[in-house]
């Protein structure tokens, strides 16, 4: 079958754009002798290579797999329009880069799922495959076992049909031993309900076929009902250490360039400020972070492994990590000496100083980005931004006098209490901005500004202060993206803002129930996949998909949910405790903040429930 599937695609490469996305072989990919395996998982990125080949989780869990000789991980990817359009024509199933086997061939077919406009993806690379794309047709023998992992599994009921298992948490330590019983309970002849049932037992994973929510009359959740012998509900996995847990030495290297064509390491997990509207601010707590020493050596050696000339700082909050400056010092030296590019992602405006400034100056001479997120202090302290436009403003102070003319900020619009003056606030803090700089004597000469703006629409997110939140409606959202751009008033200034309809489908998916799962699939049969990219996306389908299910896209995105309401989250526990999220989006609508994790202690719960102390340092 091999050659057959390589006969195949070799005929038809000069088609398509990128063929190398197609091909395998790269340098770093793993090859193993498959009569020496036991068991097969193919890792599948629900968007083109391009994309996948960038994630950090993928490269991680990919290499860790692999370290085990008799466990053989491969890459999949989505293809794109050209290339779907010839395996579909000469019948090429979906496969994987490494061995070009087809995946339905494979034990555990993974996904992880990153953003949610990537679902009819899924069951687009499912079909491809020729797998079931419901998980009740699958075949009750011990193969294709179809799971997930990533963020988007915090809410994982509009995918409840699609999928055997969700790996919840971090996936380093339970991914193999979901493994590890598969291959046991394979050796002893089980069946597929057999090792689920099995599976439901380890911490971290949760088996949606043994829980079925039972509805109000009103559409809310009434109960969501458990078989006997399995946990009502389901915590998450967490790593304890960082220093220890595994980290690869070396990636697959593309042939072809991708979105982020670098080495990465990972600094550091969670975060410390509680942003009440980022939920990877709390999915991924407790606060965690890696030793310089560590940082270091991982540095090293994925530069030297890969021949990457370019690495980037991985985390939530770079700039957070308590060993900032040591950690700088000692990889500028480094990546200097070696010509390397250090990127630092994620820096924040309340500890941006001179001294940040001179090192990213020597390792990068690009714009800088900042995220205010709100145009007025009074809407910042509601999403608990903590930042002040005292702190901004000195940011782009310290960032002009370091010779930078190029600045970035991040917003959102629709954020919770948000009014027309939060909104005119943006362009006024831009053009604040743009007078700053030509206010300054010893500014970068002979040269202009450019302030860019992007404003993103708020969304409403599972685990989150503000999950209980309404989305604005799409009329809404139109009509303040046009007052942002008539604030606007200095040619200095560029404006960008996201697809008010892509937002709003986004918040559907987020706070959904298994209801949508009939919606999805009607989605992806009219043709809708590659949602999250705007040459792709078709709102019409989806909703007249909506319409035909008798599923209301407006019960989801713009109702307010209230404090005693069963969320379709509620079965698994992220270790934040729900009356932690109440309390704080009181807090919000009073307009007051909740200081980080290193200044108090806000009792989100996480320390009881991991039974010791907090893990960041004091």
Known sequence: MQENIKTKIEKHLLEVQKPSRYIGG???SIMKDKSKVDVRFAFCFPDTYDIGMSHL???????????????????CFAPSEDFEKIMRENDIPLYALESLDPVKNF????????????????????DLAGIPILAKQRTEKLTQIVVAGGPCVCNPEPLADFFDIFIIGEGEEVNLELIDLYLEMKKQ???RREFLRRASQIEGIYVPEFYGPVYNPNGTILRIETEKGVPETVRKRIIDDMDSVYYPENFVVPFTEIVHD??????????IRGCRFCQAGFIYRPFREKSVEK???QTKNLCENTGYDEVSLISLSTSDHSDIDPMLNK????????KINLSLPSLRVDNFSESLVEKIKKVRKSGLTFAPEAGTQRLRDVINKNVTEEEIMNACRVAFEGGYTSVKLYFMMGLPTETDEDIVGIAELAQRIVDLFYSM?????????????????FVPKPFTPFQFEPQDTRAEIDRKQKLLLSSVKSKKIRVSYHDSNISMLEAVLAKGDRRLCKVIYRAWEMGCKFDSWSEYFDFEKWLEAFEECGVNPEFYANRRIDYDEILPWDILDYLVDKKFFIRENMTAHKEKTTPNCRERCSGCGVNKKVGRECFCKD
């Open 262 to 271: 670098r080495a990465s390491v990972e600094v550091l997990r969670g975060c």
């Open 295 to 297: 940082i270091y050596k």
């Open 189 to 191: 002849g089980a069946n």
């Open 107 to 126: 034990d555990f077919i993974g996904f992880t799922l990153q953003y949610e406009l990537c679902y009819t993806n899924i069951l687009n690379m499912l």
């Open 441 to 457: 004597e010893n500014r970068p000469k002979g040269k202009s500004v450019q302030v860019s703006v992007s404003c993103a629409t």
């Open 26 to 28: 790269e340098v770093g």
């Open 57 to 75: 989780g993928m490269k991680i869990l990919y290499s860790l797999t692999n370290q085990r000789e008799n466990y053989w991980c491969e890459r």
């Open 331 to 338: 990889l500028i030296d480094y990546t200097v000496d070696e």
